[in-house]
């Protein structure tokens, strides 16, 4: 199923020419390469299957290394692997074969048909034709997920021995209006696992920064982050984690998915954003970043 790998890479890590400051910007659910073999599995059709995409985030971010941080940025879609899960969130009645014993089939992401292999993308749209066998889940997962996971341990790890403490931004794209609402969304949505995955100062100090921009945000409504700000956010030990969430109505056309003409100014506004929230962070550390007790 990984045959359009073969000839490229499946992520890539965009380094500066000197790491600079304390920051890790990371983007899992923009990648745009979707293998021949999966596509013909998909009862969804090229343009259907995209749905589920954060559609350019990698390139709303692409100023991280000129800020001195790296990026990681996923080429393999979030509708092939979903690597914002825990490496065994898989649905039991998507596969045949025996479901090894470790896998987590109860959670409420499985439920909802996100698991680490989606049963859907957006608009409850099945993505499979028949059954996958074990065998195929078990594999992508270890070709893809753990790869990914091991290079952004490896960027925080250095981050946070080179610095004494680090940032991990998680970034993402959301609909542009609530499905249960005609209400919009805010344009910007900072999430940080209710306090647990980063201190109120640095979030408040994304929140900040966003709304100078003359950007509207939200905290953790109605995104809190998922499993990597989750599962890399530890405060405690000098380690945060955010998740970042852009209105896809700035910048994209999500019928199309062709960019719009606010795509410019966007993504000049976030490499302003990344500039000001990573040094003031790095210059000001002991009072935006203090531990948690």
């Known amino acids: 199923m990984g045959d359009a ?6 992520f890539e890590i965009r380094l500066p020419a000197e790491q600079s400051v304390p920051f890790v910007f990371n983007s899992p659910h923009s990648g745009r390469v ?3 073999n999966f596509l013909t599995a998909s009862r969804l059709d090229r343009h259907s299957i ?11 971010f692409e100023a991280s290394p000129m800020a001195g941080a790296p990026l990681l940025a996923a080429h393999f879609p979030r509708a092939f692997i979903d690597v914002n899960r825990e490496p065994y969130e898989l649905d039991p009645r998507m596969f045949d074969g025996r ?4 896998v987590n089939a109860s959670s409420m992401r499985v439920a909802g048909g996100l698991g680490t292999i989606p049963k859907l993308v957006a608009e409850n749209m099945e993505i499979y034709n028949g059954r996958l066998t074990i065998e195929e889940a078990l594999d992508r997962i270890d070709r893809f997920y753990r790869p990914y996971h091991d290079r952004l341990r490896q960027l925080l790890v250095k981050t946070h021995s080179r610095f004494g403490y680090g940032v991990l931004v998680d970034c993402h794209s959301m609909p542009a209006n609530a499905q249960s609402s005609s209400r919009n969304r805010p344009d910007f ?3 940080d696992r209710y306090g647990t995955s980063a201190t ?11 709304q100078d921009l003359g950007y509207t945000v939200s905290r953790n409504k109605p995104y809190a982050g998922g499993f990597i700000t989750e599962h890399y ?16 109505g700035l910048y994209v056309n999500e019928q199309t998915f062709e960019k719009t003409e606010g795509f410019d100014g966007l993504r000049a506004d976030i490499g302003q954003f990344m500039h000001l929230l990573t040094e ?3 210059s000001n550390y002991s009072d935006v970043a203090l531990a948690a007790e």
């Open 233 to 248: 956010g530890r405060p405690a030990r000098g380690l945060h984690a955010l998740q970042i969430e852009i209105n896809r």
């Open 280 to 282: 003031y962070f790095a």
């Open 200 to 210: 109120e100062a640095l979030s408040q100090l994304a929140v900040s920064i966003l």
């Open 99 to 102: 479901i090894p014993p470790f």
């Open 5 to 10: 790998f073969l000839d490229h890479p499946p």
């Open 189 to 191: 949505v900072i999430g």
């Open 34 to 36: 979707y293998p021949e």
């Open 50 to 60: 995209r749905r589920s995409e954060d559609y350019y985030v990698d390139q709303l």
